[in-house]
């Protein structure tokens, strides 16, 4: 499940709904820099076995939409 806050501060009425949410682990998920961005895009497009120089991953990531999805659809498009 995910949600913008944490289970205890969730506006929920039952009380066994909010337990059963905060049983297992709850990770904060914060938006990737632009380059983490490009070290993922770099890392995705070399696990499929393409070389993208530094240079032309950038100039993907400039002129292309910056969501991850997008993104590896690039990568998709060049098979």
Not at 22 to 44: C, H, I, N, S
Not at 55 to 79: G, S
Request: proline letters at 6%; aromatic letters at 8%.
């Amino acid at each position: 499940m995910t949600a913008n806050a944490t289970p205890q501060l969730l506006e929920v009425s039952l009380a066994d709904v909010v337990s059963r949410l905060a049983w297992g682990e709850v990770y904060p998920l914060q938006p990737l820099t632009d380059e983490e961005k490009l070290r993922v895009f770099m890392m995705r497009a070399e696990r499929r076995g393409m070389s993208l120089s530094p240079e032309v991953a950038k100039f993907i990531l400039t002129h292309c939409p910056r969501h991850m999805a997008t993104l590896f659809a690039a990568l998709d498009a060049f098979r």
